[in-house]
């Protein structure tokens, strides 16, 4: 019989009240979760024994709400169904290479870590494995939809049978793994004794996960193939947007992979120097940089001074000499969103661009992109506003958003070239992607290491009230809740992408707003500062950092334009 350990710990909090519980059990155990109405994680460690954490954020977790039992290796966990409002959501610790068997109805389900074999059954939850791969079986069955899936590993193909009925089934081995660079890295790092594991996964409409973090899930799983944005980030070389793209569609990736030359050893995004090093030399020991000052709500601080600025090398102050405006034009890349949720409004998008042309210092390069499920380049930089404003009657409207890759493709192609110029990308779009290859993690660590800045201006469609929407904290299954809430989530990865590049975000209710935007954008870009200080550091040891005297401010630093770097 299971030794029972521990019986109740409840603590009132953000989750509301829990109950746990903590039993031995044999080196080997069998354990079977009903969770119909609520998540459920199931964790390996080399821990023996079972550790049940019941949570809820409704209505407290009473004793009696999580029932077990069972006898020799075999237990069982029963979790009684509630209101969605007040659902239980299960984690459960087990020993490693234990037996599962999970049966849940809508919430999502993690098995992580090396057990022996995973049974799981869903009708519209997302069930994601982070397990060894090295000896891997798997059968992978949706009884009532086309799959939906996202491997680390490529899988044979998807095989359809009678009843509507699909399967993914095969093993993977050492010898399988071995075409995978990114597994052979993993296991010379830390070389792993390659144990048994099985899983079967079946579900009536979920989504299924191998060792992918379900934050790296795209809009649309479905294999397709590669637009033109998708080729040309496949070919900038950037690892992990190519990354991101291999696992969406493995083959049609493989396929045009084979078609291109050896990628270079170093992607091309890594190659830019911290912001620590942006300096150049202008004399013996002078050196200058380029600041754009914000405050606490990312506006741009004008009218700075010399004795505003302090400069630290290699953690000492150093004296500076001279601040200045900076004035070098910027390189700004327009791109409008075009798909069929805008599809009404595009003579509005066309007027708001010209708008924003009319708005942007004449000296200012100006390209200009649409995008819907794949990017259209209108037009490429130009400082001839006429040229640009008859360009834009060449737009065409309708068909899915793939905001991400348009994004990722600017970063990779249109502005790589650009490297260490004055850079930066204004977005006109509802937000609501649900086409990308590029998820949004992996568009941040990209947007983040090109030092391009960018302003989203967010127009909302209105599709979904926000009203209407569950939290992010009390959904059932957060990755399938993705899927049905995008529009409402664009404001917040708007945000998101603002905040990371240090630009701007800007939300959108009427005309009048739009303009107002495009002068503050305008505005940010103009407000920058050049700062000469004096230097007694070699190129090879030199840390800076800047601060503005100024409560609440932030410094960004970038290269400065037409200036050789040491």
Same mark, same amino acid.
């Given at each position: 019989?299971?030794?029972?350990?521990?019986?109740?710990?409840?603590?009132?909090?953000?989750?509301?009240?829990?109950?746990?519980?903590?039993?031995?059990?044999?080196?080997?155990?069998?354990?079977?979760?009903?969770?119909?109405?609520?998540?459920?994680?199931?964790?390996?460690?080399?821990?023996?024994?079972?550790?049940?954490?019941?949570?809820?954020?409704?209505?407290?977790?009473?004793?009696?709400?999580?029932?077990?039992?069972?006898?020799?290796?075999?237990?069982? !966990?029963?979790?009684?169904?509630?209101?969605?409002?007040?659902?239980?959501?299960?984690?459960?610790?087990?020993?490693?290479?234990?037996?599962?068997?999970?049966?849940?109805?809508?919430?999502?389900?993690?098995? !992580?870590?090396?057990?022996?074999?995973?049974? *799981?059954?869903?009708?519209?939850?997302?069930?994601?494995?982070?397990?060894?791969?090295?000896?891997?079986?798997?059968?992978?069955?949706?009884?009532?939809?086309?799959?939906?899936?996202?491997?680390?590993?490529?899988?044979?193909?998807?095989?359809?049978?009678?009843?509507?009925?699909?399967?993914?089934?095969?093993?993977?081995?050492?010898?399988?793994?071995?075409?995978?660079?990114?597994?052979?890295?993993?296991?010379?790092?830390?070389?792993?004794?390659?144990?048994?594991?099985?899983?079967?996964?079946?579900?009536?409409?979920?989504?299924?996960?191998?060792?992918?973090?379900?934050?790296?899930?795209?809009?649309?799983?479905?294999?397709?193939?590669?637009?033109?944005?998708?080729?040309?980030?496949?070919?900038?070389?950037?690892?992990?947007?190519?990354?991101?793209?291999?696992? *969406?569609?493995?083959?049609?990736?493989?396929?045009?992979?084979?078609?291109?030359?050896?990628?270079?050893?170093?992607?091309?995004?890594?190659?830019?120097?911290?912001?620590?090093?942006?300096?150049?030399?202008?004399?013996?020991?002078?050196?200058?940089?380029?600041?754009?000052?914000?405050?606490?709500?990312?506006?741009?601080?004008?009218?700075?001074?010399?004795?505003?600025?302090?400069?630290?090398?290699?953690?000492?102050?150093?004296?500076?000499?001279?601040?200045?405006?900076?004035?070098?034009?910027?390189?700004?890349?327009?791109?409008?969103?075009?798909?069929?949720?805008?599809?009404?409004?595009?003579?509005?998008?066309?007027?708001?661009?010209?708008?924003?042309?009319?708005?942007?210092?004449?000296?200012?390069?100006?390209?200009?992109?649409?995008?819907?499920?794949?990017?259209?380049?209108?037009?490429?930089?130009?400082?001839?506003?006429?040229?640009?404003?008859?360009?834009?009657?060449? !737009?065409?409207?309708?068909?899915?958003?793939?905001?991400?890759?348009?994004?990722?493709?600017?970063?990779?192609?249109?502005?790589?070239?650009?490297?260490?110029?004055?850079?930066?990308?204004?977005?006109? $779009?509802?937000?609501?992607?649900?086409? $990308?290859?590029?998820?949004?993690?992996?568009?941040?660590?990209?947007?983040?290491? $090109?030092?391009?800045?960018?302003?989203?201006?967010?127009?909302?469609?209105?599709?979904?009230?926000?009203?209407?929407?569950?939290?992010?904290?009390?959904?059932?299954?957060?990755?399938?809740?993705?899927?049905?809430?995008?529009?409402?989530?664009?404001?917040?990865?708007?945000?998101?992408?603002?905040?990371? $590049?240090?630009?701007?975000?800007?939300?959108?209710?009427?005309?009048?707003?739009?303009?107002?935007?495009?002068?503050?954008?305008?505005?940010?870009?103009?407000?920058?500062?050049?700062?000469?200080?004096?230097?007694?550091?070699?190129?090879?040891?030199?840390?800076?950092?800047?601060?503005?005297?100024?409560?609440?401010?932030?410094?960004?630093?970038?290269?400065?334009?037409?200036?050789?770097?040491?």
């Amino acid at each position: 019989m299971f030794a029972l350990v521990l019986w109740l710990a409840a603590a009132c909090g953000a989750l509301g009240q829990s109950v746990q519980r903590e039993l031995d059990t044999p080196e080997k155990a069998f354990i079977s979760i009903t969770n119909r109405n609520g998540r459920v994680r199931v964790i390996a460690t080399d821990e023996k024994k079972v550790v049940i954490e019941a949570t809820s954020a409704g209505a407290p977790v009473e004793p009696g709400d999580v029932r077990t039992g069972g006898k020799g290796g075999a237990m069982e !966990i029963d979790v009684r169904a509630r209101r969605e409002q007040d659902r239980i959501d299960l984690t459960v610790q087990v020993p490693s290479r234990s037996r599962i068997r999970v049966t849940s109805d809508a919430g999502a389900v993690d098995v !992580i870590g090396n057990v022996e074999f995973a049974d *799981v059954q869903t009708n519209t939850g997302t069930i994601h494995a982070d397990v060894p791969l090295e000896k891997l079986n798997f059968n992978f069955l949706w009884h009532a939809s086309r799959p939906r899936y996202l491997s680390d590993v490529e899988l044979p193909e998807v095989k359809e049978k009678a009843g509507g009925m699909f399967t993914i089934s095969g093993n993977l081995s050492p010898e399988k793994l071995a075409k995978s660079k990114k597994w052979l890295l993993l296991r010379k790092q830390t070389p792993i004794d390659p144990e048994a594991v099985r899983l079967n996964f079946r579900t009536e409409r979920g989504v299924i996960l191998l060792n992918v973090d379900p934050a790296m899930v795209p809009s649309d799983l479905r294999e397709r193939p590669l637009t033109e944005a998708a080729r040309a980030i496949v070919r900038s070389g950037d690892a992990p947007l190519v990354d991101a793209i291999r696992k *969406v569609s493995p083959r049609m990736f493989g396929d045009y992979a084979k078609t291109l030359p050896p990628p270079e050893k170093e992607p091309t995004l890594l190659k830019r120097p911290p912001p620590g090093q942006l300096v150049s030399a202008v004399a013996p020991q002078l050196m200058r940089l380029h600041a754009s000052v914000t405050d606490r709500n990312g506006r741009a601080i004008s009218g700075l001074k010399t004795t505003d600025f302090t400069v630290y090398e290699n953690d000492i102050e150093r004296p500076v000499t001279s601040v200045s405006p900076a004035n070098e034009p910027f390189n700004l890349v327009l791109l409008l969103d075009v798909s069929g949720s805008v599809e009404e409004r595009i003579e509005f998008i066309r007027k708001a661009a010209r708008d924003f042309l009319s708005t942007a210092s004449p000296q200012d390069r100006i390209a200009i992109i649409s995008f819907r499920d794949d990017i259209q380049v209108i037009s490429e930089f130009s400082t001839d506003r006429g040229l640009l404003s008859k360009k834009l009657d060449e !737009i065409d409207a309708g068909g899915a958003t793939a905001l991400y890759d348009s994004v990722a493709y600017v970063l990779s192609t249109t502005l790589r070239r650009l490297r260490g110029e004055r850079t930066a990308i204004v977005i006109l $779009s509802d937000g609501d992607d649900n086409k $990308s290859f590029i998820p949004l993690p992996a568009l941040m660590e990209a947007t983040i290491e $090109s030092g391009v800045l960018i302003y989203p201006l967010y127009v909302p469609s209105g599709l979904i009230p926000e009203s209407s929407v569950a939290k992010p904290e009390i959904t059932i299954d957060p990755l399938r809740s993705r899927y049905l809430t995008l529009t409402t989530r664009a404001e917040e990865d708007g945000r998101k992408l603002a905040t990371a $590049s240090g630009g701007v975000y800007y939300p959108i209710h009427r005309l009048e707003d739009l303009q107002r935007a495009y002068d503050d954008v305008v505005g940010q870009l103009r407000t920058a500062y050049t700062i000469t200080y004096t230097s007694n550091s070699s190129p090879t040891q030199r840390r800076v950092r800047v601060r503005a005297n100024r409560d609440g401010a932030a410094v960004r630093l970038g290269p400065v334009v037409g200036v050789a770097t040491p």
